[in-house]
């Protein structure tokens, strides 16, 4: 198996996993990916012997360690090439998702934070110019008033990768405490219950009151202030709203 | 007729609750105290009303236990009527609950609690509006000044009727509940959590799961999570519209010192050496002056009365059985509840969790674990019980284990009896360093080796408050005349069978049974070893023990100061007590409560063994 494809299928686990919220299975890759699914069956069982992912019951599949952060760089780089070949350089969206799925298995890691650098530098910039309507370009593309309607990427047919997170997007981890965030997505496990009936929704206004050197963190979520673990922290994704 | 009380943790339920029955449970400043069902009746009117405080929850489709608990009791109709308390501070998120509860159409009273400390944040919610929206009745309280409590028996009885109030959710959720309601004979509420995957039907699951698929498919998220949304959503819309803030300027907020890592941690650590330290010596003081009193005024007297033997002995152990209930174990439990109630009350308990959560990680557990290893300080008892806190099973065995080595209350007369008396203060305060280190490696070594699933810690931080006396006083004195009622007969009983076991000369057999092992592993007299064995129905009748077998209470004119060393440590952490087995086998298992028992057996032994050849 070729390291970019490798890369594919790790990063289409990922972004299937913050999407939904739940494990796919080797059919929703193979739906993503636009890729037979027999093929699909065979590489996923070469990532579980390669020790990237797991596979769990009715072939639901996770993500290990490993999997996990060679999938989080690759998605990480499309998101910010996704974002300057369609904000700065102007390109249909579709096409540059299509774009980015190509460039980022090549693009080494100085040219991607380059890249990420100017683009946030640039958006802050139309911030400050262009007022509401420009800024939030940059932003996930939020949606109305119905906060179902942000757990909801895209629409019927989009990719889930099309509306993910933008790049401006960090988990409670390295979020700024003080400010107002708002909730862009759950990696999820089994505590995923408890924090939406707490109100750690997509589309939700908290923020971040205290962060320990131990990663330990105190969020303000509905004027309730909740102590989280530092793994969970790590699951939960917000931006400056 | 039964009445419920539900609503999130830590709104006020309980505190209701005995105002409602004029019982006494437990109330305390940080969520999850009440955890299984507390029943009280109420006479109004000349009728007969059942009450039950159900635990607090944030939700009824969890899968927690007291989320069932609750759920189920709505689902089988156990209620006749419901009465939920929301907190008027954080109205949005307890409407979130309500939302859902109102979906069973029982009749409902809302009570809005905390409105007390909703004016001093300069909140204001419009009741009336908020019973029109709602579709029933509201009242508001303050429990803590019994502010308004009066009305809520009249009022529920008069005027609770099922909240009119519906969620609009998504429409595909809507048309999969249609269609769910239209294939099987259910409630609202039930289809909407067949459609998420709850419920006992497995016909209706299984074509529930088959729409819930489609759902998902559509819109990349489970049924589940849009409910969820949706009524957090409607939730932010009757907030928004009821609740008036007036802004108000933040005065010095307190929690700005505690949770942070300095001044945090060494705060934390003041408070905790703090409160043992003034326990200690509080309680030892207290312990001599009663000590004093009952050998004074009670035993000698009674001596000098020249009773038949079999007499004298019996009498002599009522005395000690009783000197050492009031006398020894009084003054530090008492004491301890006290200044522990407060931490309760205040909510630092909270602060305290979330600045030990990395501590915790360490030794295998998260920092809620704090909690049960501090109220084990006083009691294991409750400590053992309040491990249900915990989220993983792997977690509860850790604490299990840790729990039972902390030095409770009973171990601490041991501790202040034996060597803080005879030996002196420092060595007293070396046992507790060698327990917590063997606390530590106990964690270091569970945290390897148990298996399970490993959850992190959420935790809904309690408000800071400034605890109320009478609570604190009220609190302690049930947790006193608990062990009173319970330990005292225990103690006085057992103490009876001592003396007579002695006088019979059935010890002294027992004794040069065991008089090999004891001298030359443990380097203990005999009857030291015999002493230890009454530990096992309560830490401190082990002491009581070694003073009736020892035959006077200056206990250093018999054993020296490595003795007594050797067999306060033995005692500390050899074999949790009768109670604490039995709370542990109800909680956890046989299979934990043989580990556990083992475990310190062997380690009391090798210490004692390790501590007696160091210094032989
Ligand atoms: N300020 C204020 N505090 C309250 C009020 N009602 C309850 N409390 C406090 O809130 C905390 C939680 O109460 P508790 O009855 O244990 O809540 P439960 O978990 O719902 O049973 C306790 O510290 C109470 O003293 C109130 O009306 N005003
Ligand atoms: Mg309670």
């Known amino acids: 198996m070729e390291s970019s494809e490798r890369e594919d299928y790790l990063e289409a686990v990922l ?136 757990l909801i990427p895209g629409g019927k047919d989009a990719k889930p990768l099309v509306s993910s997170p933008g790049p401006t997007c960090s988990s409670l981890l390295d979020a700024p405490e003080s400010i107002p965030l708002t909730v862009v997505g759950i990696t999820g496990g089994e505590y995923l219950h408890r924090l939406i009936d707490l109100g750690v929704i997509p589309g939700e206004e908290v923020i971040l009151k205290r962060r320990l050197h131990n990663n330990a963190v105190v969020l303000q979520v509905k004027k309730c202030d909740i102590a989280l673990s530092p793994e969970i922290a790590g699951t939960i994704l917000v931006e400056n709203s | 007729m039964k009445i419920g009380l539900i609503g999130n943790p830590n709104v006020g339920k309980s505190l209701i609750f005995n105002q409602l029955t004029g019982l006494g449970v437990e109330v305390s400043n940080y969520p999850g105290t009440t955890v299984g069902l507390e029943t009280g009746n109420v006479c109004y009117q000349r009728e007969k009303f059942e009450i039950c405080d159900l635990p607090g929850v944030y939700s009824l489709d969890g899968d927690s236990d007291e989320e069932k608990l609750v759920n189920g009791m709505l689902e089988r109709h156990e209620l006749d009527l419901a009465i939920a308390i929301l907190d008027a501070v954080h109205l949005e998120r307890n409407l979130y609950l309500f939302l859902q509860v109102a979906e069973y159409r029982l009749p409902l009273l809302v009570v809005l609690n905390m409105v007390d400390e909703a004016e001093n944040s300069g909140i204001s919610i419009d009741s009336s509006e908020l019973s029109e929206i709602l579709g029933c009745p509201v009242i508001m309280t303050a429990a803590i000044h019994g502010r308004g409590t009066g009305l809520i028996l009249p009022s529920a009885l008069s005027s609770a009727c099922p909240a009119t109030v519906t969620v609009s959710y998504d429409h595909h959720i809507e048309a999969a509940v249609r269609s769910i309601m239209g294939n099987f004979p259910v409630s609202r509420p039930v289809a909407l959590q067949s459609l998420e995957g709850i419920g006992t039907d497995q016909e209706m699951l299984d074509s529930s799961a088959a729409i819930a698929g489609e759902i998902e498919n559509r819109h990349k998220m489970s049924p589940g999570q849009i409910i969820s949304a949706n009524r957090h959503h409607f939730a932010k819309q009757v907030a928004d519209r009821v609740i008036k803030v007036r802004p108000k300027k933040t005065g010095f907020d307190l929690d700005r010192l505690l949770t942070k890592g300095i001044p945090g941690i060494p705060i934390m650590a003041l408070i905790l050496i703090g409160i043992l330290l003034v326990v200690f010596t509080i309680g030892s003081w207290l312990e001599g002056m009663i000590v004093a009193f009952f050998t004074s005024y009670l035993v000698a007297p009674l001596l000098t009365l020249g009773l038949p033997p079999p007499l004298q002995q019996v009498s002599v152990s009522v005395l000690l059985g009783l000197q050492a209930g009031i006398g020894i174990a009084f003054p530090f439990i008492f004491t301890f509840y006290i200044f522990i109630s407060i931490l309760e009350d205040s909510g630092y308990l909270t602060r305290a969790a979330f600045l030990a959560d990395q501590a915790m990680h360490r030794i295998g557990m998260h920092g809620q674990a704090i909690i049960p290893l501090i109220l084990g300080f006083g009691c294991t008892v409750p400590a053992v019980m309040s491990i249900r806190l915990l989220a993983s099973r ?34 007293a305060l070396s046992i507790y360093l060698i327990v917590f280190i063997l606390v530590i490696l106990t964690g270091l070594l569970l945290s390897r080796i148990t298996p399970g699933e490993r959850f992190g810690m959420i935790m809904e931080m309690a408000p ?37 076991l002695q006088y019979y000369g059935v010890i002294t057999a027992f004794q040069n049974f065991i008089a090999p092992f004891s001298t030359i592993v443990l380097g203990l007299p005999a009857y030291a070893s015999t002493a230890l064995i009454f530990g096992i129905l309560r830490k401190e009748m082990a002491l009581g ?11 250093n004119t018999v054993m020296t100061h490595v003795q007594l060393y050797t067999w306060a440590i033995i005692s500390v952490l050899f074999v949790p007590c009768v109670s604490t087995i039995a709370v542990l086998y109800r909680q956890m298992g046989l299979k934990t409560v043989v580990m556990v028992t083992t475990y310190t057996v062997i380690i009391g032994i090798v210490i004692g063994a390790c501590i007696h050849l160091a210094f032989a």
């Open chain 2, 464 to 500: 800071l408050r400034a605890p109320q006396a009478t609570n604190v006083v009220k609190k302690s004195w049930r947790k006193i005349s608990e062990f009173l009622t319970i330990a005292m007969p225990l103690l006085i009983i057992s103490s009876i069978i001592l003396g007579l």
């Open chain 2, 545 to 555: 023990a070694l003073v009736v077998l020892a035959g006077t209470p200056a206990l």
């Open chain 1, 15 to 150: 972004v299937r996993h913050l999407a939904a919220q739940a494990h796919p299975t080797a059919k929703d890759l193979a739906e993503d990916l636009s890729v037979r699914e027999d093929i699909i069956v065979e590489g996923v069982t070469y990532l579980e012997q390669q020790g990237d992912i797991v596979l769990g019951e009715n072939g639901a599949i996770s993500l290990t360690a490993r999997g996990h952060h060679v999938a989080n760089r690759v998605l990480k780089k499309h998101r910010v090439l996704q974002c300057f070949l369609g904000e700065i350089l102007g390109m249909d969206d579709h096409t540059a998702s299509d774009e980015a799925c190509v460039l980022e298995h090549t693009i080494s890691d100085t040219t991607i934070n380059r890249i990420g650098d100017y683009v946030k530098s640039a958006g802050s910039r139309r911030g400050e110019y262009g007022g509401n309507g420009t800024s939030q370009t940059l932003m996930t593309n939020q949606g109305p008033n119905n906060p179902a309607d942000h």
């Open chain 2, 394 to 427: 792997r977690e509860r065995v850790i604490a299990s284990f840790l729990v039972t080595m902390i030095p409770c209350s009973a171990r601490t007369v041991i501790i202040a009896g034996v060597v803080a008396t005879f030996v002196g203060i420092w060595w």
